[in-house]
């Protein structure tokens, strides 16, 4: 099927995304989308949001502060189309930088058939999200009831991978 034109999850169009997320003229990189986020780790609900054929591919996305892992996966499941499955929650206790976090590989045959094999790094539409709390120093944190950045990427995570 085709992407419906008001679409605004992942896959959706630009125009669909800024029409449902509103964005703001004065980020400076033009990727920020949603209301200003105060006491996250974003500036926006929104941002650094990337494309990939004119359809929305990734973001940073700031949850508010105490979310649980569980509620920010529902969150984030609810921007993908009804046939996307998540896979197991991958923990990543300690990276090279320090970091742990949460990685959650989602797969969808609709966005498979949105962008085809070209597109994706694997088979059937696979998309990874990282869930993470912005730790004091920056560096992300693992929790299970403190998760207030996710990050979505057009690949499946590695166990090599850092958060």
Request: with cysteine; proline share 7%; aromatic share 10%.
């Amino acid at each position: 099927p085709a992407p419906g034109v008001n679409w605004a999850g992942y896959g959706g169009t630009l125009a669909a995304w800024s029409r449902a997320h509103r964005r703001d003229r004065r980020c400076p990189a033009g990727s920020c989308f949603g209301p200003r986020s105060a006491g996250s780790v974003g500036r926006y609900e929104f941002n650094d949001v990337t494309t990939t054929k004119g359809r929305v591919t990734g973001w940073y996305e700031a949850l508010a502060s105490h979310t649980t892992l569980a509620q920010a996966e529902v969150q984030v499941l609810a921007l993908f189309p009804p046939d996307t499955l998540p896979g197991t929650v991958m923990v990543q206790k300690k990276d090279l930088f320090g970091g742990s976090c949460a990685f959650l590989d989602v797969q969808s045959k609709t966005l498979y058939d949105w962008f085809g094999k070209k597109t994706f790094a694997a088979p059937e539409g696979q998309v990874g999200i990282e869930l993470a709390e912005a730790g004091p120093t920056g560096i992300p944190v693992y929790s299970l009831t403190h998760t207030d950045l996710v990050l979505v990427v057009p690949r499946p995570w590695q166990a090599t991978d850092s958060c």
